[in-house]
T-cell receptor, first 118, second 114 residues
Framework: GAVVSQHPSWVICKSGTSVKIECRSL??????MFWYRQFPKQSLMLMAT?????????EQGVEKDKFLINHASLTLSTLTVTSAHPEDSSFYIC??????????????FGPGTRLTVL | AQKVTQAQTEISVVEKEDVTLDCVYE???????LFWYKQPPSGELVFLIR??????QNEISGRYSWNFQKSTSSFNFTITASQVVDSAVYFC???????????FGTGTKLQVIP
């Protein structure tokens, strides 16, 4: 159980286009999903926390108008990178928190989406 | 604020050697959770262990063992008889109770040479 999927697994796009990344919890409900960004050979940095039915909370330094997050249901959150530029090229990872597992603060991670902007 | 430090950027060992990955954390909370994740070249994070701040018992799982010491704010990870398949980046992470944010260390890249 506790499986999180992401789609697509990789995407290449031209500069100036928008890209949408989906994060789904497959076998549990997630009131909260998290979006991380990982540049090559670096650690995971939290971008935003997404709560179902409400606006996302962005970490300092993350442009909310550039990285649009929607969490419309308990199993789906989307991250849209608007007007992508080469510097947005990165590995984007989502995670979800299982409502039924109230202990340990455990989050379940998706497999990640590699974005390359040409 | 919470912080996780993994001072070892890269480690190379010869297969069958034991290796310890260090993790030092900082937090003002008395209740918190510590994690270790493995990230192979494919990129997907693999959960290895979680430990809450009230459980200082060391844990062993096969070739893996973890040493949690609150006195030194450390949560070190040892791989015994390393194998080539252990080659990956390993992240230590911290989450404070009641606060959902997980803070990751900078990671340690482990290379096991055949």
């Amino acid at each position: 159980g506790a499986v999180v999927s992401q789609h697509p697994s990789w995407v290449i796009c031209k500069s100036g286009t928008s890209v949408k990344i989906e994060c789904r919890s497959l076998d549990f409900q997630a009131t909260t999903m998290f979006w991380y960004r990982q540049f090559p050979k670096q650690s995971l940095m939290l971008m935003a926390t997404s709560n179902e039915g409400s606006k996302a909370t962005y970490e300092q330094g993350v442009e909310k108008d550039k990285f649009l997050i929607n969490h419309a249901s308990l199993t789906l959150s989307t991250l849209t990178v608007t007007s992508a530029h080469p510097e947005d090229s990165s590995f984007y990872i989502c995670s979800a928190r299982d409502l039924t597992v109230i202990s340990y603060n455990e989050q379940f991670f998706g497999p990640g989406t590699r974005l390359t902007v040409l | 604020a919470q912080k996780v430090t993994q001072a070892q950027t890269e480690i190379s060992v010869v297969e069958k050697e034991d290796v310890t990955l260090d993790c030092v954390y900082e937090t003002r909370d008395t209740t918190y959770y510590l994690f270790w994740y493995k990230q192979p070249p494919s990129g997907e994070l693999v959960f290895l262990i979680r430990r809450n701040s009230f459980d200082e018992q060391n844990e062993i799982s096969g070739r893996y063992s973890w040493n949690f010491q609150k006195s030194t704010s450390s949560f070190n990870f040892t791989i015994t008889a390393s194998q080539v398949v252990d080659s990956a980046v390993y992240f230590c992470a911290l989450s404070e109770a009641g606060y959902q944010k997980v803070t990751f260390g900078t990671g340690t890249k482990l290379q096991v040479i055949p």
